[in-house]
């Protein structure tokens, strides 16, 4: 996929392969509700003229065809029901597991035409079978698909081992594992297994580690039946974890602190397993001149990575095409913040020119009045934020797109101020995107409008 993505990406994007997956759920859906109407309407009128001496139960329940395509339908109600947003929200595993229901719907679908159900059944002539002769088509992206999954089973089946298990303020876990030789680029994101915790099911994180890491690490935010027993597993037990949150002694210099529990199970360290990586939108930031990243809450992890590895090429001077970059991140809670504090900080302290890379930080929730008398006291006292200890600033409340980010950029753009030459044809903006859905919908009509014939934004949303 690392090798398609440029050669065919200006006809389609490779990355928007779950909305492609959609759009053929809903073809099939819409073609079996008019192929099995068709076979009812035919089966009510082969009984009502008795062309054939049978009746239409009979007919339909106990040929393979009939029986084949019933199971196949049983199995279309699982799969697209717990398809839906709300019960992949409430219980992932339902829908893990009834997706994979979809290898007997291929063993229906080949066998479908078996036994000679569709024939030429008009009195005085022979019964002749009408074969189906799209199999001949379809047999071969089956053998692919099959061929893929066989090669993922594979190259799944590779061990990893954690080399540290690190826990945030906010309660997120960062784990890290050795890389052996795995290869892959800022953005990507892999599926992950804790055989300990469950068999049969694989979880998709974002990579949080930049290339030149020695390592390959995730961030794990407990929210779920699956991510929960993960910390629980490697020790970040409910228990520890309400011991180290403590909001009330929460200080700007703590916020980037984590606590390293590794040594506390180092000898009973489950055995993981890693499937990937894959491509994602976000890696094309290094495709652009100028990048906006946004992220919202744990949205922030594909931005890590790149920011990373935006700190190593820096450090190197091989940031290529990239000149300008513009980094957002919203949380709710403060203590989120402390999830990258180390590398922003890393960022800021090796910046010679401070407008190649901008930071802001929006803080949505509300904060205690502890909290708030420490913001009052400490505002333009200090060159650092009171909050993050960074030299960035927080605002409070959301962003105003239009007014904050949108029309500044395009404004510096159009000035030259950070080109530092003429525009010719028209300037690609990149605006990079992770997090809830709804500001996803916003943000692509932001860009939309900011366009003009001068400046295109150009907008990419993270999928899973």
Known sequence: MHLLRPKIGWIVSVDS????????AYTTLLFTAIHTTA????????????????????????????????????????????????????????FWYTHHLAFFWALGLYTHA????????????????????????????????????????IRGRARSEISAVLIHPSGTVEIRMQKAGFKYVPG????????????????????????????????????GDFTRAVGTRLGATPQLMATLNKPSDLKADDCGEFHDITT??????????????????????FQCEVAILIGAGIGVTPFSS???????????????LLKKVQFIWINKEITSFSWFKTLLKNLEDIQHDYSFLRMDMYLTGSMDEDTISNVVLNTGAHKFDSLTGLKSQ??????????????????????????EREISGVAKIGCFYCGPRPLAKTLQRECHDATTDKVKFVFHKERF
């Open 17 to 24: 392969n779950i909305w492609f997956h959609r759009q053929v």
């Open 39 to 94: 076979h009812y309407v035919n089966m009510f009128h082969v009984e009502v003229t008795q062309i054939r001496p049978e009746r239409a139960v009979a007919i339909m329940y106990t040929e393979t065809g009939p029986l084949t395509g019933h199971i196949m339908l049983f199995i279309m109600v699982l799969m697209y029901t717990t398809a839906s947003l709300k019960i992949r929200t409430q219980c992932f595993e339902a």
């Open 114 to 153: 078996a036994g000679c159900f569709v024939r030429g059944a008009l009195p005085g002539h022979k019964s002749q079978c009408l074969g189906y002769h799209s199999v001949y088509v379809t047999v071969w992206s089956g053998l692919a698909y099959f061929c893929d999954r066989v090669y993922r089973e």
């Open 188 to 223: 990507q994101w892999v599926f992950f297994q804790m055989p300990e915790v469950s068999r049969f099911q694989w979880h998709p994180f974002t990579i949080s580690s930049a290339p030149d890491d020695p390592y390959i690490s995730i961030h794990v935010r407990q929210v």
């Open 264 to 285: 506390i199970k180092s000898r009973d360290l489950p055995i993981v397993r890693i499937d990937g990586p894959y491509g994602s939108p976000a890696q094309d930031v």
């Open 306 to 320: 790149i920011l990373k590895n935006i700190y190593y090429m820096q450090a190197q001077g091989k940031l290529g």
């Open 394 to 419: 927080t605002h409070f409340g959301k962003p105003h797109w239009k007014k904050d980010v949108f029309d500044p950029i395009k404004r510096a753009v159009l000035s030259e101020d950070w080109y």
